[in-house]
């Protein structure tokens, strides 16, 4: 009798859910609602509270700033909100407490001041697994860019040294990807690899990349390389 009463209610907890995030049930929300509304969880607080100083932050921005959450099941406006680039979460503030939107599916994006935030599916992270991308353009193509941090440990001091080195978060090289339609997120490795994959303009982007001297490192040459496909 037991189990089938715990089955029960895990068919009815899915059904409620399946409901919830069904796109039919689409409206919008302000900040106090996301808590309430989406499958969240409460951030540890031995992960954003240092027992040790620490040089350097895992944050794009360590503020949180308002900014909007759009799902597949509505909006949420006026939410305080930051990316964690170590551990690739976005955080929002709620009542003295610390929450976490991990990168799935049903958040479509994600706005906080001008970075926009939208998750996909790609190796950006050693494993191939959603993931948040910062989307720095978009159309036919879309440019994304995946920050980096690695974090050092505390060393104490050395031979010769007169203090111990703290512990760190030291800023790694971005990566970028792009993604054409609805294909697959993909790493831009090189500019000749990436104009081969637009065959329709292989001609126009050769000239462009030529005439620019895009690098494939560097932001705001990919950028203008993006738009002017875009454009075309």
Request: overall charge neutral.
């Amino acid at each position: 009798m037991n189990y089938i009463i715990m089955h029960l209610n895990k068919l009815l907890f899915t059904a409620l859910l399946a409901f919830l995030f069904s796109p039919a049930f689409s409206q919008s929300f302000n900040g106090r609602n996301l808590a309430d509304h989406m499958l969240i969880k409460i951030m540890d607080k031995s992960l954003y509270q240092q027992e040790y100083p620490v040089d350097g932050s895992p944050y794009l921005n360590p503020e949180f700033v308002e900014g909007e959450v759009y799902t597949t099941k509505g909006s949420y406006t006026g939410v305080p909100l930051r990316y964690n680039i170590d551990t690739d979460v976005i955080e929002f503030s709620q009542n003295e407490g610390v929450y976490v939107l991990d990168p799935e599916p049903r958040i479509e994006k994600v706005v906080i001041g001008e970075n926009v935030f939208v998750v996909d599916k790609g190796e950006a992270i050693g494993k191939m697994d959603n993931s948040f991308y910062l989307r720095l353009d978009s159309g036919k193509a879309q440019l994304l860019i995946k920050k980096a941090v690695s974090f050092r440990e505390a060393q104490p001091a050395q031979a010769m040294q007169a203090a111990s080195t703290p512990a760190r978060y030291q800023k790694m090289p971005d990566q970028y990807f792009y993604k054409i339609g609805d294909g697959g997120v993909a790493k831009i490795t090189s500019i000749k690899k990436l104009i081969a994959e637009f065959p329709d303009k292989q001609e126009e982007l050769s000239a462009f990349a030529k005439k620019e001297k895009i690098s494939p490192k560097n932001e705001k040459e990919l950028v203008s390389f993006i738009q002017y496909y875009n454009s075309l």
